[in-house]
């Protein structure tokens, strides 16, 4: 077994890599033929998810594999291999093995604990089938790794430890109201009809919104969705719309879950702002909502408009301060040639400016000089979010967005449009670093180390099948010849003599190769057993031939068997 996994996911990348390094459908499926296309792979398959980009691959050569699997990542990605390469985690052989077990038991997903990741390892399992990618190896690694993590889930109570991503998101809408509670008589827009969209839309259903307003860019589908939801049995209206009806849906609308496919944004900035224009009362400090509150920048300092002092600022000043005078939210998102605009205009600050600042404007310089320095590296800066927006204090909004699409559907920026509140798959990476582990963990990372154990073992002992099988082929051979020859030479031989005679001669074969071949496939399922396959080609001279031979013929065999097999 040569296993080998390269990928990146939110626990090695910034979401704005894996929003840019998303892959589609066809990037998928071109991915995994260029893949065995390569010189090093005999197999593979995709694993890719919101958060995850994983590449996996029978391998005949490590080095060359980690190699060749970056460039494919890279070029598939349209991330360039130099700004990829410290991002990718590479796990090989049983690693590659714990690795892929503890994605399905949840332990590696942004909510510990999670479900649907299993959904997602199942349609891998099914696209690499479908492609002829998966060969034995993947076969056997990904169907293992279902059923760990269905065991993880019915022997365990990690499903404590973690929701889905929905749930966890629309929990952190809710803020500190029960979801059913905070759910109740609103209305919904669900933008995508596919299983996360359908899975946000059945989650409302059960939580008691009045309303569900499916848009698809298939209207079919979302008419298949909204007919589901409208027989549930939750008493919740539902109906299809088209895409080009969203803007005028979310005007009435109190939360919209969006989880495309799609390219490119779904909701702009400008759409969002026009969908709550005149649904938010004036902020004069007694109703409604205030732009920003005291303590929600970095610098503990409230929001300010621009004034004539600020004029020739290159960004917008009406964000809270904390970079100068216009603040993280103002420079986050920002390029690096952008930030170093920004950073001289501040280093330049005449006096009247600088005594208005709390803060020493060339050390706040500097530090926009290192914001620079980062973005060079990663693109752009990622969007600042207080931490108060996702727990605690959270402004009031009139309408509520989760966006669980990778690469983002919504625009980032409307986390700051007064009555909005966003959240994404990056401020759900922030909630859930903070999030409890419960004590199943512990139990599940037990199961994972044994069922990983007991792959090995399985996967060596396989290993060393052919070459125990060719051995007895052998034997039988020398046995059919002995008694040919025995013939020859006794040709008035009676039949039941012969036949009394060639059973003997059987059963002293199979007694002489009983303990061998037994205890050689014992010590072959140990860790550093793989040598006694070569060992007991050289002690009988087996052919090499022979016992490819039987290798292949075990391959076949085992795709008959089951049509849901792949082949190599």
């Given at each position: 077994?040569?296993?080998?996994?390269?990928?990146?996911?939110?626990?090695?990348?910034?979401?704005?890599?894996?929003?840019?390094?998303?892959?589609?459908?066809?990037?998928?499926?071109?991915?995994?033929?260029?893949?065995?296309?390569?010189?090093?792979?005999?197999?593979?398959?995709?694993?890719?998810?919101?958060?995850?980009?994983?590449?996996?691959?029978?391998?005949?050569?490590?080095?060359?594999?980690?190699?060749?699997?970056?460039?494919?990542?890279?070029?598939?990605?349209?991330?360039?291999?130099?700004?990829?390469?410290?991002?990718?985690?590479?796990?090989?052989?049983?690693?590659?093995?714990?690795?892929?077990?503890?994605?399905?038991?949840?332990?590696?997903?942004?909510?510990?604990?999670?479900?649907?990741?299993?959904?997602?390892?199942?349609?891998?399992?099914?696209?690499?089938?479908?492609?002829?990618?998966?060969?034995?190896?993947?076969?056997?690694?990904?169907?293992?790794?279902?059923?760990?993590?269905?065991?993880?889930?019915?022997?365990?109570?990690?499903?404590?430890?973690?929701?889905?991503?929905?749930?966890?998101?629309?929990?952190?809408?809710?803020?500190?109201?029960?979801?059913?509670?905070?759910?109740?008589?609103?209305?919904?827009?669900?933008?995508?009809?596919?299983?996360?969209?359908?899975?946000?839309?059945?989650?409302?259903?059960?939580?008691?919104?009045?309303?569900?307003?499916?848009?698809?860019?298939?209207?079919?589908?979302?008419?298949?969705?909204?007919?589901?939801?409208?027989?549930?049995?939750?008493?919740?209206?539902?109906?299809?719309?088209?895409?080009?009806?969203?803007?005028?849906?979310?005007?009435?609308?109190?939360?919209?879950?969006?989880?495309?496919?799609?390219?490119?944004?779904?909701?702009?900035?400008?759409?969002?702002?026009?969908?709550?224009?005149?649904?938010?009362?004036?902020?004069?400090?007694?109703?409604?909502?205030?732009?920003?509150?005291?303590?929600?920048?970095?610098?503990?300092?409230?929001?300010?408009?621009?004034?004539?002092?600020?004029?020739?600022?290159?960004?917008?000043?009406?964000?809270?301060?904390?970079?100068?005078?216009?603040?993280?939210?103002?420079?986050?998102?920002?390029?690096?040639?952008?930030?170093?605009?920004?950073?001289?205009?501040?280093?330049?600050?005449?006096?009247?400016?600088?005594?208005?600042?709390?803060?020493?404007?060339?050390?706040?310089?500097?530090?926009?000089?290192?914001?620079?320095?980062?973005?060079?590296?990663?693109?752009?800066?990622?969007?600042?979010?207080?931490?108060?927006?996702?727990?605690?204090?959270?402004?009031?909004?009139?309408?509520?967005?989760?966006?669980?699409?990778?690469p983002r559907d919504i625009d980032a920026a409307a986390h700051r449009i007064p009555g909005v509140r966003l959240v994404d798959i990056e401020s759900l990476a922030e909630a859930s670093a903070d999030a409890p582990m419960a004590n199943d963990v512990e139990q599940v990372r037990g199961i994972v180390s044994d069922e990983v154990a007991a792959f090995g073992a399985a996967q060596r002992a396989a290993h060393i099948t052919p070459t125990v099988v060719a051995l007895r082929t052998m034997a039988a051979d020398v046995v059919a010849g002995e008694m040919a020859r025995l013939e020859g030479r006794l040709p008035d031989l009676a039949d039941k003599q012969r036949a009394e005679i060639t059973q003997t001669v059987r059963r002293v074969v199979d007694k002489l190769l009983h303990a061998p071949t037994v205890r050689v496939k014992q010590l072959a399922s140990e860790p550093g057993g793989a040598g006694y396959a070569d060992a007991l080609r050289t002690l009988f001279d087996l052919d090499p031939q022979t016992v490819a031979a039987v290798s292949r013929a075990d391959h076949m065999n085992n795709e008959n068997d089951d049509p849901n097999r792949g082949r190599a």
């Amino acid at each position: 077994m040569s296993l080998l996994v390269v990928g990146l996911s939110h626990r090695s990348a910034p979401v704005s890599v894996l929003e840019r390094a998303a892959l589609s459908a066809d990037a998928q499926a071109k991915l995994l033929q260029d893949t065995l296309a390569a010189e090093p792979a005999a197999e593979a398959a995709v694993l890719a998810t919101c958060n995850r980009i994983e590449l996996y691959a029978d391998v005949d050569k490590f080095h060359a594999g980690v190699a060749e699997l970056s460039t494919l990542l890279a070029q598939h990605s349209g991330v360039g291999l130099e700004e990829l390469t410290p991002y990718l985690y590479v796990h090989y052989e049983d690693r590659a093995v714990h690795h892929l077990f503890s994605v399905a038991c949840g332990l590696d997903s942004m909510v510990v604990g999670e479900g649907q990741i299993l959904g997602q390892i199942k349609d891998a399992l099914a696209r690499s089938q479908e492609l002829h990618t998966a060969g034995k190896l993947l076969n056997d690694l990904f169907q293992q790794a279902l059923r760990v993590g269905k065991r993880a889930h019915s022997e365990t109570g990690i499903d404590r430890a973690g929701q889905s991503l929905v749930t966890f998101g629309l929990e952190q809408l809710a803020v500190r109201e029960p979801v059913d509670a905070w759910a109740a008589g609103k209305r919904a827009v669900i933008i995508g009809a596919g299983s996360m969209s359908s899975l946000a839309a059945a989650t409302l259903a059960r939580a008691g919104v009045a309303e569900i307003v499916v848009a698809n860019r298939t209207l079919e589908r979302a008419e298949r969705l909204a007919e589901i939801l409208g027989d549930s049995g939750h008493g919740v209206r539902a109906r299809a719309v088209p895409m080009d009806a969203v803007a005028d849906e979310l005007t009435r609308a109190d939360v919209a879950v969006s989880c495309t496919g799609a390219t490119g944004l779904v909701l702009t900035a400008e759409s969002v702002t026009a969908a709550v224009e005149g649904r938010v009362p004036p902020a004069d400090g007694t109703t409604g909502e205030a732009p920003a509150q005291a303590g929600n920048g970095p610098a503990g300092q409230g929001a300010r408009t621009a004034t004539v002092a600020d004029e020739g600022c290159p960004v917008d000043l009406s964000a809270p301060r904390g970079f100068s005078v216009a603040g993280e939210e103002a420079v986050a998102g920002m390029d690096a040639a952008a930030l170093e605009q920004h950073a001289a205009w501040v280093d330049n600050a005449p006096a009247e400016r600088r005594e208005d600042q709390a803060a020493d404007p060339r050390a706040e310089a500097e530090a926009i000089a290192a914001l620079a320095a980062a973005a060079r590296v990663t693109g752009r800066l990622p969007e600042w979010r207080p931490r108060a927006s996702s727990a605690g204090a959270a402004r009031p909004a009139v309408l509520a967005l989760l966006d669980l699409a990778m690469p983002r559907d919504i625009d980032a920026a409307a986390h700051r449009i007064p009555g909005v509140r966003l959240v994404d798959i990056e401020s759900l990476a922030e909630a859930s670093a903070d999030a409890p582990m419960a004590n199943d963990v512990e139990q599940v990372r037990g199961i994972v180390s044994d069922e990983v154990a007991a792959f090995g073992a399985a996967q060596r002992a396989a290993h060393i099948t052919p070459t125990v099988v060719a051995l007895r082929t052998m034997a039988a051979d020398v046995v059919a010849g002995e008694m040919a020859r025995l013939e020859g030479r006794l040709p008035d031989l009676a039949d039941k003599q012969r036949a009394e005679i060639t059973q003997t001669v059987r059963r002293v074969v199979d007694k002489l190769l009983h303990a061998p071949t037994v205890r050689v496939k014992q010590l072959a399922s140990e860790p550093g057993g793989a040598g006694y396959a070569d060992a007991l080609r050289t002690l009988f001279d087996l052919d090499p031939q022979t016992v490819a031979a039987v290798s292949r013929a075990d391959h076949m065999n085992n795709e008959n068997d089951d049509p849901n097999r792949g082949r190599a």
